[in-house]
């Protein structure tokens, strides 16, 4: 028995379907495959037609070299808050750092010191660092501290770059003129805390 012209008709309209959603599979999964970094770092869409920003090679290093004032190695320096930090940043963009210490009467770690900068563009600036009140009591009361000093540099268009070093700040005493910080000698200062 013959099929009905009915029948035919909508055998070959089902054919037709299923080549025309064979063809526009692939194209579904390339344009799911563009849209997958949409949205990655702060508001920063990426996708085929948005290049990513990649950071400048030594744009860690760079963080890691700045995040403490030269010279300074005494709590008597440190306490003179607000200290005034120089930084050369490759990029525009933006700054936070932490300063944190052990703190033996809370058992725990605690932020000593922090300050916030922008960068519209690359080139120095200035930092400014406030010690905060326990921070304050710390370096008053301790002999010597030991400080991580942690930096985070958001560039325009691109995601965070974290660095951290340690240091040590020690009350000044004409016997110690000379106080290591982390991998560096640093030269004691004079008996009026100047900072270089």
């Known amino acids: 028995m013959r099929p009905s012209r009915a029948t035919r008709t909508l055998h070959i309209a089902c054919i037709l379907l299923v080549v025309l959603l064979t063809q526009a599979a692939p194209a579904s999964a390339e344009s799911r495959a563009d849209l997958s970094g949409y949205g990655q770092g702060p508001g920063f869409p990426v996708g085929p037609n ?18 403490v004032p030269k010279g300074l190695t005494h709590t008597q320096s440190a306490l003179k808050s607000p200290l005034h930090l120089h930084f050369v940043a490759l990029v525009g963009g933006l700054l936070s750092i932490g300063w944190y210490a052990y703190e033996p009467e809370l058992r725990r770690t605690i932020l000593i010191a922090s300050g916030h900068s922008s960068f519209s563009r690359a080139g ?6 406030t010690i905060t009140g326990s921070g304050r009591r710390l370096l008053t009361r301790a002999s010597a501290v030991n400080v991580t000093a942690t930096g985070v540099f958001t560039p325009r268009g691109s995601s965070p770059v974290r660095a951290s070093r340690t240091f040590q700040l020690a009350r000044y005493t004409s016997y110690h003129p000379t106080v290591s910080t982390g991998h560096h000698e640093a030269t004691g200062i004079g008996a009026s805390g100047a900072v270089a």
């Not at 948005?50 to 995040?67: D, K």
């Not at 120095?124 to 660092?129: A, D, K, P, S």
Request: glycine share 16%; net charge neutral.
């Open 50 to 67: 948005r290049p990513v920003v990649e950071h400048p090679p030594n744009i860690y290093a760079g963080l890691a070299g700045q995040l």
């Open 124 to 129: 120095g600036g200035t930092i400014v660092l």
